[in-house]
């Protein structure tokens, strides 16, 4: 019986941790999945927007152990909010004068923004040294949750759910629910058409790249909890982020959920039961495959051919 | 053997410096460079030309940057106390970027352009691979200072961090004394130096210490979620989880571990990869308790070594830290300085044939001494971490004979 109850909690963490991956996935590719997916960017640079939020998360920590400790359990809650409007902001600066320029060529804006992530990365490297930092966790950030004795459920883990699952109702309801998100959805699929019934579309563009960006610096800042952050730390993320967004199909944001799942599913079964590089290979492979049968992604918008 | 110990600086550099070179400058200054540089090297009368080759840019900048400053350092304490043969020590540095093409071409420009007569640098195996058949090939001399997987002995080259089987063996035997450790789960990063340190562990694991490896598992560079592996040392429960983890992943794996509530009261972990550098980047509370197999900490208490953080801090600030590594690239300019000067001569046929025997008992590690495959003899210690991001040395071993090449291990 013993064997049993231990088989159970092993099994309840695994499956918690499928769970966990599928989170990080998501959140950090929600951002791309507005950038890419809405607009058609192909923003290299996105792991630099999710450094910009690790880094102002170490910035308020420091900043709030040296001048109010008091404050320290609940700066969190301001490092995220402050790494959405600086990643924001910083976004909508290079839309104007970067991206904007370059809507009638996609290529260009890959090389554009790849020099921009080299660039972004060498700025923080100068700002704050070449060396990793770490922000200081707070209490209620560190250790697990014992639901029972053999059980630990990573409360890092949990807060990173919490939040993505909030971030995601809030993208819904912005983009599928909200008038500006209908100017989105008209700008993407017809921008001329969209121009001429009134809608700016300049504007449209500007603030839908730089809310991609502020979710990219939120996302940053929770993966204080779990990753590293340093002047390199963006090109963890940068490949599994296009992997999930091109995945599931760049324009849907369901696609973009249902790939992180599946991905994330399928990567922690094949960890558990293999090892780490061949669950890699085989999670690799297996997208590839689909992708070739399904060149579109898992879900795909319905256009007229 | 024959040569003698070199003293280190006073500690008051500023004040003896003077007097110093005025000194060395009067002893030395006889020597003609025509004698001293038979093989056209940039060499003067006042003056001899070294190269620094680290990454200052890209991902190895933040394991390369310690190096480039213990290095610095070291030259301008040579430097202050009178220089090599009476020469003072100009610096050329290159950025070889973190991509190893770059290595290959900063080293031909500065063995082939520059004429350097030694160069300190590389710190990943991939680097010192691509640089290696350029220093054989111009017969140039590079003090390489990170500790590494071994099965190499060039001729060009001084390894002045420790080989695998220096680290390895004595941790492990260690773990297997005071924690009475028989199973262990071995874990790295998926390249050539977590892999081959594994092998070598295995082999002494199963054969030597007869224990048994439950679990061997290597994740991708830049992994960032363990969640599955954490599950599985909870599932087999070893004795000591021995790691290999590098670079971003190495921060990730520690935060979960703590976060899945593996910590040092539940489980013991011998690491490879973890020096106050990376505890930067972990945080010393995700880790403490975890224990580091080494030959340096910073909280090494000798003589040498308090003089040697206290020029540190005072030239990069207080709150720099200073890892195995960087330690290891602080000897390279010394143990080049104790090989000229035992030479009479900067050719690099010479300084190479007076390098094996050269001792310092000035090193902040302690003593060491080249061994004639051009490896050091080291100590080796265990270090616990602490929450304050520094380690607690709890076991140092007695000096180990350098084997680059360890038989039965292959």
Redesign the interface.
């Known amino acids: 019986m013993e064997w049993l109850s ?1 088989f159970g909690a ?1 099994a309840a ?2 499956g ?2 499928g769970l ?2 599928f989170c ?1 996935l998501l959140l950090m590719a929600l951002g791309l999945a507005i950038i890419f997916g809405q607009m058609g960017v192909i923003n290299m640079a996105h792991g630099e927007f999710l450094t910009i939020g690790a880094y102002t998360t170490f910035v308020v920590s420091s900043l709030t152990s040296s001048y109010a400790p008091a404050f320290g359990p609940y700066y969190f809650f301001l490092a995220i909010i402050l790494s959405f409007f600086i990643a924001g902001a910083i976004g909508w600066l290079v839309e104007w004068a970067m991206i904007s320029k370059l809507y009638q060529r996609p290529l260009d804006t890959l090389l554009a923004t790849w020099g921009l992530s080299l660039v972004m990365q ?1 700025g923080f ?1 100068s700002i704050f ?6 922000a ?2 707070p209490d209620w950030l ?3 949750w ?1 639901p029972t004795e053999a059980i ?1 459920i ?4 949990l807060f990173v759910m919490g939040l993505t699952l909030l971030l995601t109702a809030l993208l819904f309801l912005m983009i599928y629910r909200s008038r500006w998100g209908l100017q989105v959805r008209a700008t993407m699929q017809n921008r001329v058409m969209a121009r001429s019934v009134g809608i700016n579309t300049k504007r449209v563009d500007r603030m839908t790249f730089a809310l991609g960006c502020g979710v990219a610096g939120v996302a940053g800042a929770a ?1 204080t ?9 963006g ?3 940068i490949v599994d982020t296009f992997l999930v967004v091109v995945f599931g199909g760049a324009s849907s944001l369901l696609g973009t959920i249902a790939s992180a799942f599946s991905i994330a599913q399928a ?3 094949l ?2 039961f293999t ?3 061949m ?2 290979v085989f999670t690799l492979s297996a997208v590839v495959l689909i992708l070739m049968l399904r060149p579109q992604g898992l879900f795909s918008a319905k256009v007229r051919k | 053997m024959d040569s003698q110990p070199i003293r280190l600086l006073p500690r008051r550099l500023a004040v003896g410096a003077a007097a110093l070179s005025l000194l060395a400058g009067s002893l030395f200054s006889h020597v003609a460079s025509a004698e001293v540089n038979t093989t056209g090297l940039a060499v003067t009368d006042s003056e001899v030309t070294v190269g620094i080759l680290h990454s200052a840019t890209g991902t190895m900048a933040i394991s390369e940057t310690g190096s480039i400053q213990a290095e610095r350092l070291a030259i301008e304490q040579i430097n202050a106390s009178g220089g090599v043969l009476g020469r003072q020590i100009k610096v050329i540095q290159e950025d070889g970027a973190s991509d190893w093409p770059t290595f290959a071409e900063k080293a031909r420009k500065l063995l082939v352009g520059d004429k350097v007569a030694t160069v300190f640098g590389c710190w990943t195996s991939a680097s010192r691979k691509a640089v290696l058949p350029v220093f054989e090939k111009e017969n140039g001399l590079l003090y390489y200072p990170t500790f590494y997987e071994g099965l190499e002995q060039s001729k060009n080259v001084i390894y002045t961090g420790q080989e695998a089987t220096q680290q390895i063996l004595a941790g492990l035997d260690w773990v297997a004394k005071e924690k009475g450790a028989k199973t262990f789960y071995l874990l790295g990063s998926d390249y050539i130096w977590p892999r081959t340190s594994m092998k070598i562990a295995r082999k002494h694991i199963e054969n030597v210490l007869g224990g048994k490896v439950v679990g061997e598992e290597y994740y991708p560079l830049g992994n960032t979620q363990f969640g599955s592996l954490i599950n599985k040392i909870k599932l087999r429960k070893p004795d000591v989880v021995f790691a290999a983890v590098v670079g971003g992943s190495n921060v990730a794996f520690y935060k979960q571990m703590k976060a899945a509530g593996v910590t040092a009261d539940k489980q013991t972990l011998l690491t490879l990869s973890v020096t106050e550098d990376e505890l930067l980047g972990i945080g010393g509370e995700n880790m403490a308790g975890f224990y580091a197999s080494m030959k340096y900490f910073q909280s090494l208490d000798n003589p040498n070594n308090a003089a040697f953080v206290e020029a540190f801090k005072a030239k990069y600030g207080k709150d720099a830290v200073i890892g195995d590594v960087t330690q290891a690239a602080y000897l390279g300019p010394w143990l080049w300085k104790a090989a000229v000067e035992k030479a009479g001569s900067f050719d690099i046929d010479k300084v190479v044939a007076a390098s094996p025997g050269i001792e310092l008992d000035t090193a902040p590690e302690g003593y060491v001494k080249v061994h004639d495959n051009h490896h050091l003899w080291s100590k080796t210690r265990i270090g616990e971490v602490q929450k304050d991001g520094q380690f607690k040395v709890v076991f140092e071993s007695d000096l180990i004979e350098p084997n680059p090449f360890p038989e039965g291990y292959q």
Do not use: H, W
């Open positions: 231990e092993i963490m695994q918690f941790n966990s991956v990080v060498q490297r040294g070449a060396r990793e930092v770490s200081t966790l560190m250790g697990s014992n630990d990573p409360r890092n883990g993966f909890t779990i990753g590293s952050t340093g002047p390199t730390a090109s963890l993320y990567q922690s079964l960890e558990f090892s780490g590089s669950a890699k």
